[in-house]
Protein backbone atom coordinates (compact mmCIF):
# COMPACT_ATOMS: atom_id res chain seq x y z
CA UNK A 1 0.00 0.00 0.00
CA UNK A 2 1.42 3.33 -0.72
CA UNK A 3 1.26 6.45 1.73
CA UNK A 4 -1.75 7.90 -0.89
CA UNK A 5 -3.89 4.74 -0.40
CA UNK A 6 -3.12 5.31 3.69
CA UNK A 7 -3.91 8.65 3.45
CA UNK A 8 -6.71 8.22 1.62
CA UNK A 9 -8.36 5.39 3.64
CA UNK A 10 -7.26 7.75 6.68
CA UNK A 11 -9.44 10.38 5.52
CA UNK A 12 -12.21 8.13 4.54
CA UNK A 13 -12.23 6.14 8.13
CA UNK A 14 -12.49 9.45 9.55
CA UNK A 15 -15.25 11.29 7.70
CA UNK A 16 -17.22 8.01 7.89
CA UNK A 17 -16.55 8.56 11.52
CA UNK A 18 -17.19 11.29 11.86
CA UNK A 19 -21.01 11.19 10.01
CA UNK A 20 -21.78 8.76 11.92
CA UNK A 21 -20.86 10.59 15.62
CA UNK A 22 -22.93 13.63 13.94
CA UNK A 23 -25.93 10.95 12.61
CA UNK A 24 -26.20 9.58 16.63
CA UNK A 25 -26.24 13.30 18.20
CA UNK A 26 -29.14 14.41 15.45
CA UNK A 27 -31.28 11.03 16.97
CA UNK A 28 -30.18 12.06 20.66
CA UNK A 29 -31.36 15.35 20.45
CA UNK A 30 -34.29 14.54 18.34
CA UNK A 31 -35.22 11.76 21.15
CA UNK A 32 -34.74 14.45 23.62
CA UNK A 33 -37.28 15.90 21.89
CA UNK A 34 -39.57 13.21 22.47
CA UNK A 35 -38.60 12.97 25.72
CA UNK A 36 -39.85 16.76 26.89
CA UNK A 37 -42.95 16.11 25.06
CA UNK A 38 -43.61 13.23 26.92
CA UNK A 39 -43.58 15.51 29.94
CA UNK A 40 -45.48 18.23 28.32
CA UNK A 41 -48.01 15.35 27.88
CA UNK A 42 -48.29 13.81 31.05
CA UNK A 43 -49.43 17.27 32.13
CA UNK A 44 -51.88 18.07 29.48
CA UNK A 45 -53.56 14.93 30.09
CA UNK A 46 -54.01 16.26 33.78
CA UNK A 47 -55.16 19.05 32.44
CA UNK A 48 -57.53 17.75 30.10
CA UNK A 49 -58.87 15.53 32.78
CA UNK A 50 -59.69 18.35 35.34
CA UNK A 51 -61.71 20.39 32.62
CA UNK A 52 -64.22 18.51 32.32
CA UNK A 53 -64.60 18.60 35.93
CA UNK A 54 -64.64 22.37 36.33
CA UNK A 55 -67.50 22.28 33.71
CA UNK A 56 -69.65 19.64 35.20
CA UNK A 57 -69.52 21.96 38.73
CA UNK A 58 -70.03 25.62 36.73
CA UNK A 59 -73.01 23.63 35.22
CA UNK A 60 -74.86 23.57 38.05
CA UNK A 61 -74.74 26.96 39.02
CA UNK A 62 -74.97 28.68 35.39
CA UNK A 63 -77.16 27.21 33.40
CA UNK A 64 -77.71 29.96 30.93
CA UNK A 65 -74.01 30.03 30.05
CA UNK A 66 -73.96 26.54 28.40
CA UNK A 67 -72.63 28.23 25.60
CA UNK A 68 -69.37 28.93 27.02
CA UNK A 69 -69.50 25.27 29.29
CA UNK A 70 -70.06 23.56 25.85
CA UNK A 71 -67.43 25.43 23.85
CA UNK A 72 -64.75 25.23 26.68
CA UNK A 73 -65.56 20.82 26.43
CA UNK A 74 -65.35 21.46 22.53
CA UNK A 75 -61.69 23.17 22.47
CA UNK A 76 -60.40 20.57 25.12
CA UNK A 77 -61.18 18.30 23.04
CA UNK A 78 -59.63 20.22 19.92
CA UNK A 79 -56.84 20.31 22.35
CA UNK A 80 -56.47 16.63 23.16
CA UNK A 81 -56.96 15.77 19.43
CA UNK A 82 -53.69 17.84 18.43
CA UNK A 83 -51.76 16.83 21.40
CA UNK A 84 -52.38 13.26 20.66
CA UNK A 85 -51.04 13.94 16.94
CA UNK A 86 -48.31 15.94 18.39
CA UNK A 87 -47.10 13.10 20.29
CA UNK A 88 -46.60 10.59 17.50
CA UNK A 89 -44.11 12.93 16.34
CA UNK A 90 -43.05 15.57 18.68
CA UNK A 91 -40.62 17.22 16.35
CA UNK A 92 -42.85 17.35 13.51
CA UNK A 93 -43.28 21.05 13.50
CA UNK A 94 -46.86 21.56 11.62
CA UNK A 95 -48.13 19.62 14.64
CA UNK A 96 -46.51 20.95 17.04
CA UNK A 97 -48.31 24.37 15.53
CA UNK A 98 -51.64 22.72 15.44
CA UNK A 99 -50.96 22.22 18.98
CA UNK A 100 -49.99 25.25 19.87
CA UNK A 101 -53.17 26.84 18.27
CA UNK A 102 -55.67 24.79 20.06
CA UNK A 103 -53.57 25.04 22.92
CA UNK A 104 -54.49 29.10 22.48
CA UNK A 105 -58.17 28.88 21.59
CA UNK A 106 -58.32 26.57 24.86
CA UNK A 107 -56.94 28.93 26.86
CA UNK A 108 -58.48 32.41 25.64
CA UNK A 109 -62.01 30.00 26.77
CA UNK A 110 -60.55 29.35 29.97
CA UNK A 111 -60.38 32.65 30.46
CA UNK A 112 -64.24 33.00 29.50
CA UNK A 113 -65.09 30.63 31.88
CA UNK A 114 -63.25 32.23 34.61
CA UNK A 115 -65.09 35.54 33.76
CA UNK A 116 -68.41 33.53 34.21
CA UNK A 117 -67.04 32.18 37.67
CA UNK A 118 -66.32 35.16 38.98
CA UNK A 119 -69.65 36.72 37.38
CA UNK A 120 -71.41 34.24 39.96
CA UNK A 121 -70.96 34.35 43.84
CA UNK A 122 -72.00 30.95 44.85
CA UNK A 123 -70.42 29.58 41.94
CA UNK A 124 -67.51 31.16 43.29
CA UNK A 125 -67.46 29.73 46.67
CA UNK A 126 -68.36 25.86 45.82
CA UNK A 127 -65.66 24.45 47.60
CA UNK A 128 -65.03 22.10 44.46
CA UNK A 129 -64.56 24.46 41.77
CA UNK A 130 -61.51 26.14 44.07
CA UNK A 131 -60.18 23.08 44.78
CA UNK A 132 -60.35 22.00 40.92
CA UNK A 133 -59.26 25.37 39.97
CA UNK A 134 -56.47 25.28 42.17
CA UNK A 135 -55.23 22.05 40.80
CA UNK A 136 -55.71 23.26 37.58
CA UNK A 137 -53.63 26.29 38.53
CA UNK A 138 -50.60 23.83 39.25
CA UNK A 139 -51.30 21.92 36.23
CA UNK A 140 -50.73 25.25 34.11
CA UNK A 141 -47.77 25.58 36.00
CA UNK A 142 -45.70 22.32 35.39
CA UNK A 143 -47.06 22.72 31.93
CA UNK A 144 -45.29 26.00 31.38
CA UNK A 145 -42.36 24.50 32.91
CA UNK A 146 -42.38 21.34 30.87
CA UNK A 147 -42.71 23.87 27.56
CA UNK A 148 -39.80 24.97 28.72
CA UNK A 149 -37.79 22.20 28.60
CA UNK A 150 -39.47 20.91 25.55
CA UNK A 151 -38.23 24.51 23.73
CA UNK A 152 -35.01 23.98 25.15
CA UNK A 153 -34.44 20.66 23.76
CA UNK A 154 -35.90 22.13 20.15
CA UNK A 155 -33.02 24.35 20.27
CA UNK A 156 -30.42 21.64 20.87
CA UNK A 157 -31.98 19.60 18.53
CA UNK A 158 -32.25 22.39 15.38
CA UNK A 159 -28.95 24.03 16.26
CA UNK A 160 -27.23 20.74 15.61
CA UNK A 161 -28.88 20.15 12.40
CA UNK A 162 -28.46 23.62 11.01
CA UNK A 163 -24.72 24.19 12.07
CA UNK A 164 -21.85 23.35 9.51
CA UNK A 165 -20.75 20.55 9.15
CA UNK A 166 -23.43 18.49 10.91
CA UNK A 167 -26.50 20.46 8.50
CA UNK A 168 -24.54 17.79 5.68
CA UNK A 169 -25.60 14.87 7.44
CA UNK A 170 -29.02 16.22 8.77
CA UNK A 171 -29.90 17.00 5.04
CA UNK A 172 -28.38 13.59 4.04
CA UNK A 173 -30.95 11.98 5.94
CA UNK A 174 -33.42 13.67 6.36
CA UNK A 175 -33.39 16.01 9.55
CA UNK A 176 -35.98 18.50 9.57
CA UNK A 177 -36.24 21.51 11.63
CA UNK A 178 -38.78 21.46 15.01
CA UNK A 179 -41.15 23.53 16.17
CA UNK A 180 -40.62 25.12 19.51
CA UNK A 181 -44.01 25.32 21.17
CA UNK A 182 -45.02 29.23 21.63
CA UNK A 183 -47.98 30.87 23.24
CA UNK A 184 -50.60 32.13 21.07
CA UNK A 185 -50.75 35.57 21.84
CA UNK A 186 -53.16 38.46 20.47
CA UNK A 187 -51.81 42.22 20.00
CA UNK A 188 -54.64 42.94 22.74
CA UNK A 189 -52.56 40.81 25.35
CA UNK A 190 -49.39 42.48 24.34
CA UNK A 191 -50.12 45.81 24.85
CA UNK A 192 -48.98 46.99 28.65
CA UNK A 193 -51.82 47.27 30.93
CA UNK A 194 -52.62 50.57 31.59
CA UNK A 195 -53.50 51.21 35.42
CA UNK A 196 -56.24 54.44 35.94
CA UNK A 197 -56.26 55.26 39.42
Not at 109 to 114: G, P
Not at 127 to 137: D, Y
Not at 161 to 171: D, E, W, Y
Not at 180 to 194: I, N, P
Amino acid sequence: MSAVQIVTWFVLVTLALWMLAAYNRLVRNRNEIANAFAQIDVQLKRRYDLIPNLVDVARKYVQHERDTLEAVIAARNGAKSASDAARAKPADASRIGALAGAEGALAGLMKQLAVVVEAYPELKADATLRELSEELGHTENRIAFARQAFNDSVLDYNNAAQQVPTNVVAGLFGFKPAAMLEATVTEAERSAVRVAL
